[in-house]
């Protein structure tokens, strides 16, 4: 197996099980193409992937861990007192956010 057909066959390990169907679509149409027409699908496919990829190591670097004992309602206050500039989010001078409005 040539290195260009074992990438194929990685990105097509890689891929989730319902996106299958659609690259097989694209196999089929693939093989009535000229040579061109044929690197313009791989290009696109594989840019496609590397987009998707990127997206997702995006993603993930924004997931972290939370440990077990954190305190979510000292979190909420510190958050809203960072950006809002005041500690109780819901009344502000006796008034509720309600009446504000």
Not at 7 to 36: Q, R, W
Not at 41 to 50: A, D, Q, T
Request: glycine share 2%; proline share 3%; net charge positive.
């Amino acid at each position: 197996m040539t290195a260009l057909r074992q990438k194929a066959v990685n990105m097509l390990k890689e891929l989730p099980k319902e996106n299958l169907p659609e690259i097989i679509v694209v196999m089929k149409k693939y093989k009535n193409k000229s040579e061109e027409e044929k690197r313009k699908v791989w290009r696109v496919l594989e840019e496609s992937f590397l987009k998707n990829n990127k997206d997702f190591d995006e993603l993930m670097e924004l997931c972290k861990n939370v440990p077990k004992d954190l305190d979510y309602k000292k979190e909420l206050e510190e958050s809203r007192e960072e950006r809002f500039g005041y500690e109780n989010n819901h009344s502000r001078r006796g008034k509720t956010w309600l009446q504000h409005s």
